[in-house]
């Protein structure tokens, strides 16, 4: 029973850093621009939609265009975040390799 408590104590340990992680991660932001700049998607790295900047410019443009720009732009901003926030969390999660249990 000696190496259940150990895993316990691991993933109470775990727990508490993926914790923290997913505060840290909450409040980092990154920016993506789209349309050459015409659209820019500010998000946090919990997919959190922070702002956006669109080019007054940009606004004089087609509807559908317009329409088409900030949906990528949104999209792409969304994506990286995940991208980035899974790989910090796989980092971690690769820190505590419990026997018997590959992916942990």
């Known amino acids: 029973m000696a190496g259940l408590g150990k ?9 508490k850093k993926m914790t923290a992680l997913q505060d840290e991660l909450a409040l980092q932001e990154m920016e993506v621009s789209s349309g050459g700049g015409a659209v820019t998607v500010t998000v ?3 997919s959190e939609i922070k702002g956006i900047k669109l080019d007054p410019e940009f606004l004089k443009e087609d509807l559908s265009i317009i329409e088409e720009t900030l949906q990528e732009a949104v999209s792409d901003a969304l994506k990286q975040a995940s991208e980035k926030s899974e790989s910090a969390m796989s980092a971690l999660t690769a820190e505590f390799q419990v026997p018997g249990m590959p992916g942990m």
């Open 44 to 46: 946090s790295l919990q």
């Open 7 to 15: 895993m316990m104590k691991q993933m109470a340990k775990l727990q």
